[in-house]
């Protein structure tokens, strides 16, 4: 099904795949980038579940997001890859800090985070998950994307949709001086949210890791210095 990888007269040759008559033609250029991206192999090397860890490793190392003890919640967090991350950052397994990953899949158990299902949109959300935390967050991170409809337009309302309810629901839990991370395309639709982020933040910007591939419009919103709740 593949030609074999390798080096051949100096040049390095990339796996290709054959498109199998029961494979769409995505679906074979999906399996292609997989079997020829350097993260992936990478993630399958280092034990992380996804080649996302990367994208929030970059991250932490710029912006120092995680400090030992720290109280970290992962909104939409299966397979695992930031709570990955997270655990070993806030030293979790060491009993210092604590992760609780949420999501409506049922997740692989993960030495030093605890896993809910539920839907972080629920009105019980909150105090729940505070209740696991033992006390208000340090941080909230959200890599959740909708399902792609493939027209671009619909996909950036619904992936900034998704955002602006994980911001919701991080202003409901983070302890002053918190950050909130989360998955956005460009596209500057985005507008609403930011206006908000940096109402309730002392400083927002946009990130793009190295780990997101180049040809992917993905782009991640951080805003961090929770000012703190507001009174109603």
């Known amino acids: ?9 100096g040049r390095s040759l990339k796996t290709r795949v054959k498109t199998a008559r029961k494979r769409s033609l995505s679906s074979t250029l999906w399996l292609e980038r997989q079997l020829n991206d350097p993260y992936v192999a990478r993630a399958k090397r280092e034990g992380y579940r996804s080649r996302a860890a990367y994208k929030l490793i970059e991250m932490d190392d ?14 939409g967090a299966a397979p695992g890859g930031w709570s990955q991350v997270a655990a070993a950052r806030v030293k979790a397994k060491d009993g210092k800090g604590k992760v609780v990953a949420v999501d409506l899949l049922d997740m692989e158990p993960i030495a030093g985070v605890e896993f809910a299902v539920k839907d972080f949109n629920d009105a019980d959300a909150p ?13 909230v991170m959200s890599d959740m ?7 671009k337009a619909t996909d950036h309302l ?5 955002a602006e309810l994980a911001a919701d629901f991080a202003c409901d839990v983070l302890a002053p001086g918190g950050f909130f991370v989360a998955k ?5 639709t985005e507008g609403q949210l930011l206006s908000r982020l940096k109402r309730d933040f002392s400083t927002v910007r946009h990130v793009k890791p190295a780990a997101s591939r180049a040809d992917s419009a993905e782009l991640y919103v951080l805003a ?9």
């Not at 099904?1 to 007269?9: N, P, Y």
């Not at 105090?127 to 941080?139: C, K, P, R, S």
């Open 1 to 9: 099904m593949t030609k074999e990888s390798g080096r051949e007269g």
């Open 62 to 75: 710029r912006y120092h997001l995680f400090k030992p003890g720290g109280r970290i919640v992962d909104l």
């Open 127 to 139: 105090d729940f998950i505070t209740n696991m935390l033992g006390g208000e967050a340090d941080g």
């Open 145 to 151: 994307a909708a399902n792609a409809t493939g027209h």
């Open 158 to 162: 619904r992936i900034v949709a998704l």
């Open 184 to 188: 956005v395309l460009q596209g500057g």
């Open 224 to 232: 961090t210095g929770f000012r703190g709740r507001r009174e109603a």
